[in-house]
Nanobody, 115 residues
Framework: QVQLVESGGGLVQAGGSLRLSCAASGSIFSINTMGWYRQAPGKQRELVAAVTSGGSTNYADSVKGRFTISRDGAKRTVYLQMNSLKPEDTAVYYC?????????WGQGTQVTVSS
């Protein structure tokens, strides 16, 4: 089985920072992309940031310049550094890992940004 273990969520004030981590374990042999999605109450799940095995990154317009995604291929871990957090960043953040055939999801970690 494949497991994605997320950590780093929490409660911060606007302007603060958090760093999310997601470590993949199990029978994954050829990871293609790793990324983060988020879902706020009453809203659709949306892509926040993703990074490919080749190092290409993609960010939602709402987080460009504030968030940075990175990965450690040897550790099968993806990180999301979140700076200058805003209340509208409040959501459950989900780690996503993909190979060429399957997608795997973490359980989600809550990020709450207070005013």
């Amino acid at each position: 089985q494949v497991q994605l273990v997320e950590s780093g969520g929490g409660l911060v004030q606007a302007g603060g920072s958090l760093r999310l981590s997601c470590a993949a374990s199990g029978s994954i042999f050829s990871i293609n992309t790793m990324g983060w999605y988020r879902q706020a109450p009453g809203k659709q799940r949306e892509l926040v940031a993703a990074v490919t095995s080749g190092g290409s990154t993609n960010y939602a317009d709402s987080v460009k310049g504030r968030f940075t995604i990175s990965r450690d291929g040897a550790k099968r871990t993806v990180y999301l550094q979140m700076n200058s957090l805003k209340p509208e960043d409040t959501a459950v953040y989900y780690c996503n890992v993909r190979d060429y055939l399957n997608a795997y999801w973490g359980q989600g970690t809550q990020v709450t940004v207070s005013s």
